[in-house]
């Protein structure tokens, strides 16, 4: 059975940085693409980036571009979101996320997802 677990989200200052990190077990993480999303209050879940099953690919929201990274250690089952500069409509619950099938690209599995707050 799949499982993602986000973690690393809180509290943070305006113009400050969080790294959060999804660890994903129950199958091969390296033939499968990941993703992060995020929902505010009141707002429908955006995704925010995404990472090839190799990592050579990559996909970023335009406004997150420049000051957030997603990346992957295949050895350790985890994806990251390093998120740098950020402001408080970065404020939202982060989720994970992973297809059912390899080599695609789709979101059918979710984490339990993790807050993030950015004061101004």
């Known amino acids: 059975q799949v499982q993602l677990v986000e973690s690393g989200g809180g509290l943070v200052q305006a113009g400050g940085s969080l790294r959060l990190s999804c660890a994903a077990s129950?199958?091969?993480?390296?033939?499968?693409?990941m993703g992060w999303f995020r929902q505010a209050p009141g707002k429908e879940r955006e995704l925010v980036a995404r990472?090839?099953?190799?990592?050579?690919?990559?996909y970023y929201l335009d406004s997150v571009k420049g000051r957030f990274t997603i990346s992957r250690d295949n050895a350790k089952n985890t994806v990251y979101l390093q998120m740098n500069d950020l402001k408080p409509e970065d404020t939202a619950v982060y989720y994970c996320?992973?297809?059912?099938?390899?080599?695609?690209?789709?979101?059918?599995?979710w984490g339990q997802g993790t807050q993030v707050t950015v004061s101004s």
């Open positions: 996320a992973a297809p059912r099938l390899p080599y695609i690209y789709s979101d059918d599995y």
């Open positions: 129950g199958r091969t993480f390296s033939s499968y693409a």
């Open positions: 990472i090839s099953w190799s990592g050579g690919s990559t």
